[in-house]
Nanobody, 122 residues
Framework: QVQLVESGGGSVQAGGSLTLSCVVSTYSPNCMGWFRQAPGKEREGVAGIYISGGSTYYADSVKDRFTISQDKARNTVYLQMNSLKLEDTAMYYC?????????????????WGQGTQVTVSS
């Protein structure tokens, strides 16, 4: 059983930055991903990273603004979010998969954190 705990969410003005963290109880998954869900919208994949090789994948909406990374020594995955926009406001979830990262489909991810809220204001 893999347990995930996210942190780092909060409120920020448009153009600002936040870094989300996800601590993984057992660093054995093949892929770690970040998803988000805004009110009234479906959950969407934001970024993914292969644990072993480090390859990363991003949704077009966050490419060049968000960076996913990992610290294996700390069993932690990060999501650095820069140039935040109002439309980035959502609950952000960390997820683990023993399958492929891409495409970022929530059905591939069996383990989920509780989520951390990100609110971007003007």
């Amino acid at each position: 059983q893999v347990q995930l705990v996210e942190s780092g969410g909060g409120s920020v003005q448009a153009g600002g930055s936040l870094t989300l963290s996800c601590v993984v109880s057992t660093y054995s998954p093949n892929c770690m991903g970040w998803f988000r869900q805004a009110p009234g919208k479906e959950r969407e994949g934001v970024a993914g990273i292969y644990i072993s090789g480090g390859s990363t994948y991003y949704a077009d909406s966050v490419k060049d603004r968000f960076t996913i990374s990992q610290d294996k020594a700390r069993n932690t995955v990060y999501l650095q979010m820069n140039s935040l926009k109002l439309e980035d406001t959502a609950m952000y979830y960390c997820a683990a998969s023993y399958g492929r990262c891409w495409p970022l489909q929530q059905e591939r991810f069996a383990y989920w954190g509780q989520g951390t809220q990100v609110t971007v204001s003007s």
